[in-house]
């Protein structure tokens, strides 16, 4: 009896030790939320925007150092996440260029590249444009890992913005 406890327990551990998950090397990333942040004020000026990633390689994220060449800051890389501003104007979405933009650098996320993570990110973010009357808007994202893979663009709903 005893023998075949060892044999199902072995059998158990075997089976719970397969290969990770593998993911594409381009990186993915799926909306799951944004909150508004309440300051205080009665306006809605910021929310946190929460996603799902996943990478294949795990070469996503940037260090304060990586700032020359294809990261410097006068680069199309030197931010790895894209956020797109956008406003319903008379009933059509129409993307608005702020005075700064909301891009943001995403900070490394494995130091154990090569391998495949996932995982959540939350990234604060302006969500009020102080320039405009309009109070619906849409943010959308994209992620670019190290080896400039891009990932898939997401849009969050229409967020309704108390001005």
Not at 58 to 63: A, E, F, N, P, V
Not at 95 to 115: D, N
Not at 133 to 151: A, E, F
């Amino acid at each position: 009896m005893k023998k075949l406890w060892l044999a199902v327990l072995a059998i158990v551990i075997l089976c719970g030790c397969g290969p990770r998950e593998k993911f594409s090397e381009v990186p993915f990333i799926q909306f799951i939320s944004v909150e508004k942040v309440d300051d205080g004020t009665g306006i809605d000026n910021q929310a946190n925007l929460t996603i799902h990633f996943q990478d294949g390689n795990g070469d996503i994220g940037l260090r304060a150092s990586d700032t020359t060449g294809i990261f410097s800051p006068d680069s199309e890389y030197y931010y790895n996440f894209f956020i797109n501003y956008y406003e319903k104007q008379n009933g059509e979405w129409v993307e608005v260029e702020l005075p700064t933009p909301l891009h943001a650098r995403l900070p490394y996320l494995s130091e154990s590249v090569p391998e495949s993570i996932e995982g959540d990110i939350t990234i604060l973010t302006f969500i009020n444009n102080y320039f405009s009357p309009y109070d619906t808007i849409k943010l959308s994202c994209q992620l670019v890992d190290r080896s400039l893979n891009r990932s898939n663009v997401i849009e969050t709903p229409e967020i309704i913005v108390k001005k």
